[in-house]
């Protein structure tokens, strides 16, 4: 089995900055695209920003130039350094990676439980 879990959110001031983080655990031969989504009462879960494994990142229009993705690939380690937050930043943000649990079989999607961020005004 594959586990992910964040860490890191918190409540935070409008303009102020935290630091996401995602470990993966578990047994792990390899992981191909990471990323992070955000999701609001009502409201569907919706992309932040992804990671491929060798760096490359795809970020949702209302995050450029605000949030920085990066990821540790011999850590199994995945961040989000956020700053200048908004409100509308404000959700459970959650980790998503494609796992392959051996080399010899597809990858598998998995999600984290998620972490609270909450910017306020």
């Known amino acids: 089995q594959v586990q992910l879990v964040e860490s890191g959110g918190g409540l935070v001031q409008a303009g102020g900055s935290l630091r996401l983080s995602c470990a993966a655990s578990?047994?792990?031969?390899?992981?191909?695209?990471m990323g992070w989504y955000r999701q609001t009462p009502g409201k569907q879960r919706e992309l932040v920003v992804t990671?491929?494994?060798?760096?490359?990142?795809n970020y949702a229009d209302s995050v450029k130039g605000r949030l920085i993705i990066s990821r540790d690939n011999a850590k199994n380690e995945m961040y989000l350094q956020m700053n200048s937050l908004k409100p509308e930043d404000t959700g459970v943000y959650y980790c998503?990676?494609?796992?392959?649990?051996?080399?010899?079989?597809?990858?598998?999607?998995?999600w984290g439980q998620g972490t609270q961020v909450t910017v306020s005004s």
């Open positions: 998503n990676a494609d796992v392959k649990r051996s080399l010899w079989q597809r990858a598998y999607n998995y």
């Open positions: 578990g047994n792990i031969a390899r992981i191909y695209d």
């Open positions: 990671i491929t494994s060798g760096g490359s990142a």
